[in-house]
């Protein structure tokens, strides 16, 4: 896949949220691309409907209407099974809380997701010290997350979310429980990954300096695109 084609396509897509009588519209018919490779932002306010677009966009919650369409295939039309399938074989996650299980040391939770994948324990600790070592963090391979910084425990969410060698990460606030010079420090880690590696960042964030990390932005407001930074004449801005 060349760097500017498309790996994500989103168009005309709609999530209606029905709370008692009344009718949310969370995402009110959003069109864009993300081009493989590249890292983009979301960003808006509180509520403009960030979480919902990136939630839809890796399969975990179901658009009203509209499709989404990752490395060719139509995420919006798979059953659960696929769903599951599908994230485990192209997704990764960040989040902004970090979600590291706090019985198990910073090595077996970015190990974790491999056991899903039917992957030996052997192997699987040597792919997670790997990535702790990319990440800076092996040192603090025994550690538990109650013995981490936050930004320790989100080096380890970042490790745990490349061990599956994913095409596209996906990130919520990934930096939004961090002070400023650590999140510094994670963005311009995960703007080296992206780089590096070649995998395709979407990250949601209400900061626009944040968002400014990014190679390209889309902001929402009440689940509407209006504004789009950083695409090139040739990508499809839609
Ligand atoms: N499960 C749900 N049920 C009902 N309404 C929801 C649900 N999830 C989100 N909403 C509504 O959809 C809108 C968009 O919510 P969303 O969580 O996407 O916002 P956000 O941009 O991520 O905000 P924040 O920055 O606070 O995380 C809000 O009005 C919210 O109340
Ligand atoms: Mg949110």
Known sequence: MSASSPIISVRNL???YRIGPNRVHALDGISFDVPGGS???IVGT????????????AGLERPT????RILGKRIDQMDERQLVRFRREHVGFIFQSYNLIPSMNAEENVAM???FRGIPKEQRQAVARKYMEKIGI???ATHMPNQMSGGQQQRVGIARALAVNPDIIFADEPTGNLDSHTTAEVLALLRQIVKEQKKT??????DQSIADHADIQIRIID????????????????
């Not at 509520?47 to 939630?55: F, I």
């Not at 960042?201 to 209400?206: A, I, N, P, W, Y």
Request: hydrophobic share 35%; charged share 25%.
């Open 223 to 238: 689940g509407k695109i209006v504004e789009r930074k950083g695409y090139s004449d040739e990508q499809e801005k839609h």
């Open 14 to 16: 709609k999530k209606i």
């Open 138 to 140: 092996l040192d603090q």
């Open 39 to 41: 890292f983009l932002a």
């Open 46 to 57: 509180s509520g403009s409907g960030k979480s919902t677009c990136l939630n839809m966009l």
């Open 65 to 68: 209407s509209g499709t989404v």
């Open 113 to 115: 997701p491999l056991i």
């Open 201 to 206: 960042l979407v990250m949601v964030t209400h």
